[in-house]
């Protein structure tokens, strides 16, 4: 889940412009979002002219919180977000890569400049299982950051084959690193499977 889009304005560079309202982001990801192969490129109107969300430096550089929740230490987090980054990279016509920067104590959501991907405690979140924060700046299209937070009010595993009554943290990091990577849903509607098998 997209969470939020804040935008950070060149000529005010101490000010991000917090848009907060779901409504607005998924108009965002409908308005301004192309075809990508079954997937929406994310984008920004700048002067009147749609510019796609993009990373200006490769590798994108991401931090994992040192927070844990019960069954996923930090480590485990980290091993599980960078199978799913791994993913990202293997497909062909991908031209995305991206490095593990190391252990943080800042948490996803903060305006650090650092893309961190860690635990929140969101209770009032109680279906939004994680979501990704993306700041860019609205003169170029730039992401400038983008911070993915799994709710700790769910239970995680990172078993290899699961575990009943857990949610695949990888699974939902894939997921989530779309985002993070500038693509919106897919064109094709929902493409996760449910637990029924269904989509």
């Known amino acids: 889940m997209i969470g939020e889009t804040r935008a950070r304005t060149p000529s005010l560079p101490n000010k991000a412009r917090r848009v907060a309202s779901l409504a607005l982001i998924f108009s965002l990801a409908t ?18 002219r749609r510019v796609t969300l993009k990373w200006n430096q490769m590798p994108v550089k991401y931090f994992i919180s040192e927070g844990s929740v019960p069954g996923v230490d930090a480590s485990q987090l980290q091993a599980a977000v960078g199978r799913a980054f791994g993913r990202w990279e293997a497909v062909p016509s ?10 943080t104590a800042a948490s996803p959501l903060d305006d650090d400049g650092m893309s961190t991907l860690g635990f929140l405690d969101r209770p009032e979140l109680d279906r939004v299982l994680a979501s ?25 595993s990172v078993a290899s084959a699961g575990e009943a009554g857990k949610f695949d943290l990888e699974t939902i990091a894939l997921h989530e690193i779309g985002h993070l990577s500038g693509l919106g849903h897919s064109a094709l ?9 269904g989509r």
């Not at 991908?94 to 593990?100: H, L, N, V």
């Not at 990704?132 to 995680?156: K, Q």
């Open 94 to 103: 991908a031209s995305i890569a991206y490095q593990f920067g190391g252990f």
């Open 31 to 48: 308005a301004y979002a192309t075809p990508a192969f079954g997937y929406l490129k994310f984008g920004v109107n700048i002067n009147g």
């Open 132 to 156: 990704t924060s993306l700041l860019v700046d609205d003169a170029s299209g730039v992401l400038i950051e983008a911070d993915i937070f799994f709710n700790s009010e769910f239970p995680w």
């Open 189 to 197: 509607g929902e493409t996760e499977l449910i637990a029924s098998g």
